[in-house]
C-alpha cells in the first residue's frame, strides 16, 4: 500500500491499486459507483490516484494521479472522459457543464474549463476543470460543482423579478443609494485608495446555494469607493426579491492600533491602513459611515486632512488629541447604540467626524452642524480638548439633540440644549457629576468647568429664582443650564443613572421641541417617567426634582 496523504480540513484519500488487496478497503466516503470509477481508473494506469474531498460534498474536488492511460487531445474526447465517468461527478457534461475555455501552459500541459449551469443558468462558482500533461493524458480533474443544485432548486428557473428591481433591492439592503457613493460626495483625501473609480452596477441570474437549498438569484455587484471601499456581492432571490446572502469582497484595511492619550493613557484604536499609512477611521460599528479624525492643524479650516501614523502606533505627543477624539467618539457612539439602539447622532449610522488641533490655543469645543471640533487649550486654562470623555459626549449630544428635540440654541430652549449636553455626558461618564475635570486647568486639580451636583459652585442658579438674565451667551444658556442641571442630579442620584438616562432619552427625542422650556422639560420627563415606570417612585422624584429648582 502507497502512503495516504491527508490534508486539514479536507479529507484526501490515496486509493493505491494492488492486485493482492481491493483498492477501497481504507475508504467509506463516497457512493460505491464513485467507488468503482476512481477503481477503474487506477486499474488502467496501475497507479494510485489521489482524491480529495470537501467535507459535506458529495463528489470529490480534486482528484489527481494517473486519471487515464490514454491520450485525450480533443475537446470531444474530454468531454466523452466525462460522460463515460459521470457517476464520479453525478454530471451530465451534455446537459450540466459548459466549456468555457482551453488553454495549453508553458508546460505543454491543456486545462479545459467548464462551468455548471441548471437549464442553461450558472451555477454560482462551480467550475470544474480538466488537466491533461503533454501526451493528453488526463491528470487531475478540479472544481467544486453542485450535482443536488436541479434537484434542490427552489421553484423552476423563470425570475419573477427584473435586474432592476434586484438592483434596488440589493442597495436598499446596504442601506445606501447610487447617489450617495458619487465621487462628489467624496472628500480629495479619502484614506484608502482603489482601482474602482466610479460606482459600478452589476446584476446576472444565477443558481445560488445556501445551506444546501439552491436559489434563483441574481448576483448583483456593488462597486464604489465612497463612503466606504467596497465590492458588494448581493444575491436577490429572482422569485421574490428577498435578500438570500450578501458580502462585501474588498478587503478592507480594519486594522487595530494604538496609542497614548492627553492623559498618556494607553488605549487601543481601530484604525485603517491604505497606501502604507494608517488612519484614525473606524470602519468597525454598524453605521452607514464610519467614525474618523481630521487635524485643523492648528488653522480653521475645516475639516482638514487625516492625521496618520506610519506604524498604527499613535504614540507621540502631538497624537494625543486625535487618539482621544477617536476613543472617545467611539465611546460616545457605542453608548448610544448600546444603549438608547440609537445608530451615530442621527440614528442613520451617519459618520461622526472630530476635527483635533483646530486653531491656536483654543480653549474651547463645539459641534459645528456637521462634525466635532476641538481646541488644544492653551496649557492653562485647558489641555486638548478631546481629552475628557464627557466633553466629547456633550459635544456629541448636541448632535443628538440637533437631530432630535432640535432645542433652539437661545434662551431656556438654548440653556437645555446645553443641559441636555451636561446630564446625558454624566450618563456616559457614570463617574462624577463634574464636567471636564479631565481637560481643565490641567495643572490645577480637583476642579472642573460645571457641576450638575452644585452649579452654584461655578457660577451658576440652581434655582429659577437666580435665572439669570442677559443678551450675552445666546441669553446666557451655559449659565442658565444651571438649573435643569440640578434637576437632572436630584434624579438621577435619587432612581439612578440606569432608569434616569431611559426617561432623559425619551423625553429628548418623543416629547420636546425647538421651543421647549423648562416647564415643557419636567412635562416631558414626567410623560416619559409615566411611559416606562408608571406613577410611582420615578414619577415623584422627577416631580420633586423640578419642585426643589422652582420649576412647574
Ligand atoms: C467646554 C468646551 C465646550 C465647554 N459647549 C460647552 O457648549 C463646552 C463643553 C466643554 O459648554
Ligand atoms: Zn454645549
Ligand atoms: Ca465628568
Known amino acids: 500500500m502507497k502512503k495516504r496523504k491527508s490534508a486539514a480540513l479536507l479529507l484526501t484519500l490515496g486509493l493505491a491499486f494492488s492486485s493482492s488487496m481491493p483498492a477501497f478497503a481504507a475508504s467509506d466516503i463516497g457512493t460505491s459507483a464513485q467507488k468503482q470509477v476512481i477503481e477503474k481508473m ?192 448581493v444575491f436577490v432571490d429572482a422569485k421574490d426579491g428577498s435578500i438570500v446572502d450578501s458580502y462585501n469582497a474588498v478587503a478592507d484595511g480594519a486594522t487595530t492600533g494604538y496609542g497614548y492619550g492627553v492623559l498618556g493613557d494607553y488605549k487601543e484604536l481601530n484604525t485603517y491602513l491604505s497606501g502604507g499609512n494608517y488612519f484614525l477611521y473606524d470602519t468597525t460599528k454598524p453605521m452607514n459611515g464610519v467614525i474618523e479624525v481630521r487635524t485643523a492643524q492648528n488653522g480653521t479650516s475645516l475639516p482638514g486632512p487625516y492625521p496618520v501614523d506610519s506604524n498604527n502606533a499613535f504614540t507621540a505627543t502631538s497624537q494625543a488629541a486625535a487618539v482621544d477624539a477617536h476613543y472617545y467618539a467611539s465611546q460616545v457612539y457605542d453608548y448610544f447604540y448600546n444603549t438608547h439602539n440609537r445608530n451615530s447622532y442621527d440614528n442613520n449610522g451617519s459618520t461622526i467626524r472630530s476635527t483635533v488641533n483646530y486653531g491656536s490655543n483654543y480653549n474651547n469645543a463645539f459641534w459645528n452642524g456637521s462634525q466635532m471640533v476641538y481646541g488644544d487649550g492653551d496649557g492653562s486654562t485647558f489641555a486638548p480638548l478631546s481629552g475628557a470623555l464627557d466633553i466629547v459626549a456633550h459635544e456629541l449630544t448636541h448632535a443628538v439633540t440637533d437631530t432630535t428635540a432640535n432645542l433652539v440654541y437661545q434662551d431656556q430652549s438654548g440653556a437645555l440644549n446645553e443641559s441636555m449636553s451636561d446630564v446625558f455626558s454624566v450618563f456616559v461618564e457614570r463617574e462624577d457629576y463634574l464636567l471636564g475635570e479631565d ?114
Open 42 to 233: 487506477e486499474q488502467a494506469s496501475k497507479d494510485e490516484v489521489q482524491v480529495t474531498w470537501k467535507k459535506g460534498q458529495k463528489v470529490p474536488s480534486f482528484i489527481s494521479g494517473k486519471v487515464t492511460k490514454k491520450s485525450i487531445k480533443s475537446k470531444e474526447g474530454i468531454k466523452k472522459f466525462l460522460k463515460e465517468n459521470k457517476d464520479l461527478f453525478q454530471l451530465d457534461p451534455k446537459s450540466d457543464l459548459t466549456l468555457l475555455d482551453v488553454k495549453t501552459d508553458d508546460l505543454g500541459m491543456t486545462h479545459y474549463e467548464f462551468a455548471q449551469s441548471v437549464k442553461g443558468v450558472p451555477v454560482n462558482g462551480a467550475e470544474l476543470k480538466v488537466h491533461t500533461d503533454e501526451n493528453g493524458k488526463v491528470i487531475a480533474v478540479n472544481g467544486d460543482v453542485h450535482p443536488d443544485a436541479p434537484k434542490n432548486l427552489q421553484g423552476n428557473v423563470s425570475a419573477n423579478i427584473n435586474e432592476d428591481k434586484a438592483i434596488d433591492v440589493a442597495w436598499n439592503s446596504i442601506n445606501l443609494s447610487p447617489k450617495e457613493t458619487h465621487a462628489e460626495n467624496a472628500e480629495e483625501n479619502v484614506p484608502f485608495k482603489s482601482t474602482v473609480k466610479n460606482t459600478v452596477e452589476k446584476s446576472k441570474l444565477v443558481i445560488y446555494e445556501k445551506d444546501n437549498n439552491y436559489f434563483l438569484a441574481y448576483k448583483v455587484e456593488l462597486q464604489f469607493i465612497y463612503p466606504y471601499p467596497a465590492n458588494w456581492k
Open 439 to 552: 481637560a481643565y486647568t490641567p495643572n490645577r486639580s480637583g476642579d472642573a468647568l460645571r457641576s450638575l451636583s452644585n452649579p452654584p459652585a461655578y457660577n451658576q442658579p440652581d434655582h429659577m429664582d437666580n435665572y439669570y438674565y442677559t443678551n450675552s451667551d445666546n441669553g446666557g444658556v451655559h449659565t442658565n443650564s444651571g438649573i435643569p442641571n440640578k434637576a437632572g442630579y436630584l434624579t438621577i442620584s435619587s432612581i439612578g443613572a440606569d432608569k434616569a438616562e431611559k426617561i432623559y432619552y425619551r423625553a429628548l427625542t418623543v416629547y420636546l421641541g425647538p421651543y421647549s422650556n423648562f416647564s415643557d422639560a419636567r412635562a416631558a420627563l414626567l410623560q416619559s417617567a409615566a411611559d416606562y415606570y408608571g406613577y410611582g417612585t420615578e414619577y415623584d422624584t422627577i416631580v420633586d426634582s423640578w419642585n426643589q429648582v422652582g420649576v412647574y
